[in-house]
């Protein structure tokens, strides 16, 4: 039996939540441990649809333990208002079912209203990110500059009111120089006591629970937000988020120890999509994109925005491979390929006249190299619905198989649907 750490192998929205869900039916804790609310999973479970930005998605499973982990960043009124939400269609949610760590950082108005300030400064200089404008970034700055105001500290009253306005000191000076008025300690100090008491009762330490669950023999899954190409050390750097998206991350970013992890599940698209700015060699900006995007309904779970949309890039998903260990992939949206007379692959890249077989790390690179690729026959039959090989057309199962020697790793789940069932397993990660 094997703990199971999942992962996007692409610039994140390969269908991970479906994958969680599916995957969580096996497992009985369900861990987030890392990125905020901007990181959107949407589950349809009997014909109903569930779009989660912050709680782990393993949520809508009765009986399931979830847990939000330290690595991740925590709006307190966006999580109010999606437990709000959940409950309305349906979804019990409680102390004894989801468990906040203690040191989990907050995100506040102060850094919502930061990442506003420099996307808007950065639009006029041409220098735009892209992001979701949530304060996903500034509450890491903070975290990372020893200055966060963590969930532990709203039971604290005494020390709140040092820790707010030491957060202040800097968010202030930050404020003055853009131009933008102050905040007050008041507002900051209403804002976190109007909401401490429906935060407090799932606090906990969670390494310790992990450590209990771990060694009682429970199967725990750790899941996963964005994707690879967005990790801020091995992604599209500066157009990356603001955490570690690789599998790694799921030992410091809930507790664990990195031996605890025994498969790492890496889910991926079998095309490529991309939103907000930054590289993407295999982009269709013409009808072979619009074709992709409509199909595949390619639109932020979060913002709404249309993502890009491209050819699979089999040398990026190598690189993830390799960066994440991935064990084995779970292809998804197979579907969205049916119909079309032939699919490319890109296979390797040409920089400045020279071939390579990966991403170099130069934003200035990124930006020049040229996709070279393989060109497939496509497949008038349907894979929508499949769940077993049998049912697939001849050319999709070669173009899996196909997949599988480009980016050197097996395909471990096959996904040919929004539907939780429409999933063709070929190996279960819990039992690897």
């Not at 429906?198 to 899941?223: C, H, N, S, T």
């Amino acid at each position: 039996m094997a703990n199971v750490v999942v992962i996007g192998s692409q610039w994140g929205d390969e269908g991970k939540g479906k994958i969680v869900d599916w995957l969580s039916e096996r497992a009985d804790v369900v861990v987030r441990f890392q990125g905020g609310h901007n990181a959107g999973h949407t589950l349809v479970v009997d014909g109903k649809v569930y779009k989660l930005s912050l709680l782990p998605s393993g949520i809508v499973r009765e009986g399931k333990l979830s847990i939000i982990g330290n690595g991740v960043v925590f709006d307190p009124h966006a999580f109010v208002a999606e437990v709000g939400k959940l409950r309305a269609a349906g979804v019990a949610i409680t102390p004894d079912c989801l468990k906040i760590a203690e040191n989990t950082a907050l995100i506040l108005s102060v850094h919502r209203e930061l990442d506003g300030f420099r996307e808007d400064a950065a639009s006029n200089s041409g220098t735009k990110i892209g992001t979701t404008r949530r304060g996903i970034g500034p509450a890491y700055e903070d975290k990372v500059g020893r200055r966060a105001v963590r969930v532990m500290d709203l039971a604290d009253l005494e020390t709140l009111p040092i820790k707010v306005d030491r957060l202040l000191t800097h968010h202030n000076a930050v404020r003055r120089g853009l131009g933008h008025p102050e905040v007050a300690h008041e507002t900051i100090m209403d804002e976190l006591t109007s909401v401490a008491g429906e935060i407090l009762p799932y606090m906990d330490r969670v390494w310790k629970i992990l450590d209990d669950k771990r060694r009682g023999g429970a199967r725990i899954l750790f899941e996963g937000a964005q994707g690879t190409l967005l990790d801020i050390d091995h992604g599209t750097y500066p157009f990356v988020t603001s955490s570690n998206t690789v599998a790694g991350q799921a030992a410091p970013g809930s507790g664990i120890g990195p031996k605890a992890i025994g498969y790492v599940l890496g889910i991926t698209k079998a095309y490529t999509t991309r939103v907000g700015e930054g590289p993407f060699p295999t982009e269709q900006d013409n009808e072979v994109g619009e074709f992709l995007g409509t199909r595949g309904h390619e639109f932020g779970t979060v913002t709404g925005r249309k993502r890009r949309c491209g050819w699979f890039d089999a040398v990026l998903v190598r690189q993830a491979v390799a960066v994440n260990g991935i064990d084995g992939i779970a292809l998804t949206k197979l579907d969205v390929l049916d119909g079309l007379d032939e699919i490319k692959v890109c296979t390797g890249y040409r920089l400045d006249g020279e071939i390579i077989d990966y991403l170099p790390a130069s934003q200035g690179a990124q930006a020049r190299v040229e996709p070279i690729y393989e060109t497939l026959e496509g497949w008038k039959g349907t894979t929508k619905g499949a769940r077993s090989w049998a049912q697939l057309p001849a050319q999709a199962v070669k173009y899996v198989r196909h997949v599988e020697e480009l980016i050197g790793a097996p395909v471990a789940l096959l996904s040919t649907s929004p539907e939780r069932e429409d999933t063709i397993l070929v190996t279960d990660p819990f039992q690897d």
